[in-house]
């Protein structure tokens, strides 16, 4: 579980989170979406203990904490496996068992014939099902993915969108997605909270969000840009 | 004041530009400390990858072979050429060994091998750590709860604290080799001739300065442009600056320190 109570984080002065509070139960994926700027990676970040708050409070029910980076983060001089290495290290694993997990993990996400590939002989899409695989090779309890089918081509979206669908079968973790796409979101999360300048101002089910009469959700969900987030002029 | 002609070429005054250069360069000191105390506590604990240092003690030390070899090489002829015209004008031609090779040993040979390095190794490291910054990397193994320094370091200060005074004695020697080859070839003075007098010249303790001088331009070079790179911030454009800024502040130490070593050997010897 994580719960995230009256969280405030300022860069240089400029206020970017607002008393943000939400509570993510297990087996249930948040989705964290709003326009750029408005909040969302802060906050992923400040869950995960990249940064600290500058007041509230974040208490998470496991240190296990997966996270699937935007750009995958995979790092480049070490290969598949010793990426996923990497993260089972603190375990101390026999050799053996190690990659018994390291195999059943990348052949989840497809990629077990590319297991002593390097990043930088993989295409982005299978970047990101090694970052998935990373991600998860600790059974994690708690599952964070920042914007993790931006940059894909459409049927790649759907493949990862697809993979964060069966992870949540799969771990029954507590799961948060930072996105702004449609898809993503309506197809991945339980529940969306709408972002805009540090604050939420819609909170729902994604079913409901092209029902709603809230203005910022309508102005979101509908890419349009009449509506109260929109600032400046082209 | 004439505020058009005050103000440098990034728009701040002469006094706030050098205001902002000693505070960033106040700053980057602390940050080169912290990351050596971290450095030097996981390796005394023994917490090394070994293929790792080999790894980097291959990148370090046999990559800049060349480029080290040849600037060496090079400075001993020019050295050799020099000294060797102006010392036989006098009639001291048999000391021409002992100068150049005092010269070498003590003060050109490290700083010679620790810019080359400085500008080869330190570059690169300062341009790797601070692209894995960038790309969310060095966040990954925060996640993944493997310490930065641990992990990327440790391996590159242990292979440069013995790569780097290698390449220092190999730059020195290939500078010797070219200084008698231009002392017998432009101004006929004997191999022999020129090793007898570098051995009345040269003491055990020169060589204990040279060995000094190239450990702590190991520390400056790893210290410094691996501080740079964890504390780079932004996207490509801080990448390229970082690159640089590891270069200048490398260099500009090294020549600082050199001084340093040397004032206090004479202070020692006097």
Known sequence: MISVRNLRKSFNGREVLKDVSFDVWPGEMLALIGPSGCGKSTTLKLITGLLEPDDGEIVLNSKEIGLVFQGSALLNSLTVRENLALALRERKLPKREQDRIIMEDL????????????PTQLSGGQQKRTSFARAIVNDPKIVLYDEPTTGLDPVMSTIIEDY????????????IVVTHQFSTWTRTAHRAILMHDGVIV????P????????????????ATKDGPMLTGTI | MDSTV?????????????????????????QATLTAVKTVKYALAGQIDLPEVFRQANMIGV?????????????GFAMSLQISRELAAFGADTSVGGVVAFALIREVGPITAGVMVAGRVGSAIAAEISTMMVSEQIDALEIMRVDPVQFLVVPRFLAALVMIPALSIYSMTLGL???????????NIPPDIFLDSVKQTIVGSDFVTHIVKSLINACIIIFFSCAIGLHT???????GHATTRAVVWTMTLIFIFNYIVTALSNLHTS
């Open chain 1, 207 to 222: 079913d409901d969000a092209m029902r709603s009469s809230n203005p910022y959700i309508v102005q979101f969900a509908k």
């Open chain 1, 107 to 118: 052949t989840l996400v497809g990629l077990a014939d590319y297991v002593d590939s390097f």
């Open chain 2, 6 to 30: 005050r103000k440098l070429s990034n728009g701040l005054h002469p006094i706030d530009a050098l205001d902002k250069w000693f505070s960033d360069g106040v700053q980057l000191i602390g």
């Open chain 2, 63 to 75: 990559g800049s072979l060349y480029v080290v070899g040849v600037t060496g090489l090079f400075t």
């Open chain 1, 164 to 175: 964060m669908i069966e992870l949540e079968n799969q771990l029954h973790a507590a799961g």
């Open chain 2, 177 to 187: 080799a070219g200084a008698i080859f231009v002392a017998q070839a432009k101004s």
């Open chain 2, 233 to 239: 911030r932004g996207g490509a454009e801080e990448v």
């Open chain 1, 202 to 205: 819609w909170e729902g089910k």
